[in-house]
């Protein structure tokens, strides 16, 4: 007893101290971007991030074009050739990165904060950022590496259904574009084309930086003016359209020789600016967030063994993002576990929670957000979200407290007026009609 109470006590003095250590400050660069930092001396490394608001969904009538160009940009600068650049970072012992999502495009660079090998890592990362050569073979060879990866997933019963879904709850919206765009779109790619992409939205007003790691404030500021300097300033990306509401349920079945069924249930739900985004979050905690104690697992798998896995999932964004309830069956089980998933939904929506899930999921939420925050890298990645959203500075301080003040009767409204069965998409993939 009094070991497990000692520790208990460590651990809430590890958290509070770790919270306590995550104290953003932030500033604009003298060409406008955002920067977000955060000192950590307990390790000799710097950790940053540079997020520019160039997505898919600004691929446009160019599908593809966003994926394509980030993935150039470590494949020659400032005449140094891709097998160059990656010969110098790695002689400095520092880690480059680059990845896109919906609404990001990111590039990431990890170094020791000696100076030795600091400062030649950031002017090599700089002209990644500004003087990107887009050399040809380069283009060839990245544009064979998307194709390669789209015809991989047309032969991906999950990746099938992501699409369908993703096009049924958005239409003609920019969430609808895939990110890796079509065979057709890709094809159909220039040079050019990603050079004007580029100009247009790799500019120093349309980016965040994030830096986290054994330096000053002074250090800091320098780093990010060193990073941007050669950027023009630019214009932030345009604003998204807003996301229309469904306006019935549609079921989508798309045959597959398979002998399992994949099964995706959902609708646009709310962005991260959304007053009740903390009562949605807590809530799917409860109802497919937490593993094989949520109730779609419990109903789904625990009690009927009709899938390994079934779950629930938001992802808000700067507009609403979808909810998504899935699962992947047996064919000859599909259709009772679409039922199930839906009168679990349905239950839910109506009935609500229970105070002790509530407890429940708070105790794990709380618990379990200081290890999300315990490394660098973690915290480089939220500040970047921090930033791309526009989130107050003091998020990760109160992000417990917020989540405190979620109550029963919040959760119970918030998934009254966010999902409606009767207007969901359902999108199912496998051998058995539905």
Known sequence: MRIIH????????????????????????????????????????????VVFNAGSVHDEDKGGIALLTNGLLNEGANGLSADAIAEQFDNLGAIFGNDLDKE??????RSLSDPAQLEPALTLFANLLAKPDFPPQAFERVRQQ????????????????????????YGKHPYANPKMGTVESVKALTPEMVKTFYQRYYVAKNATISLVGAIDRPTAERI?????????????????????????????????????THILVGQPSHSRHDPDYFSLYVGNHI??????VSRVSQEVREK?????TAYSYFTPMEERGAFNAGLQTRNDQAQQALAVLRDTLQTFIDKGVTEAELIAAKKNITGGFPLKIDSNINIVNYLAV?????????????????????TVESINAAFKTHLQLDKQVTVTVGNTAM
């Open 104 to 109: 990001m495009s990111e590039l990431s660079l």
């Open 386 to 406: 921090i930033g791309f959203y526009h989130l107050p500075l003091d998020y990760l301080q109160k992000f417990n407290d917020r989540i405190e003040a979620v």
């Open 304 to 308: 009927r063994g009709l899938a390994y």
């Open 224 to 260: 990010a003016e060193t990073l941007v300097k050669q950027l023009p300033a630019g214009e932030p990306a345009p604003a998204l359209p807003a996301v229309a509401d469904l306006q019935k349920a549609e079921t989508i079945h798309i045959p597959y020789p398979a002998t399992q």
């Open 287 to 292: 109802l497919g967030g937490n593993g094989l």
């Open 6 to 49: 000692l520790l208990t006590i460590g651990f809430t003095c590890y958290c509070a101290n770790v919270l306590a250590m995550v104290d953003i400050q932030h500033w604009t660069t003298s060409n406008g971007a955002q920067v977000y930092f955060v000192p950590a001396s307990e390790l000799p490394i710097v950790d940053l991030s």
């Open 146 to 169: 998307i194709l390669l990866g789209l015809n991989s997933e047309e032969q991906s019963p999950n990746d099938i259904a992501g699409k369908a879904f993703q096009k049924a709850i």
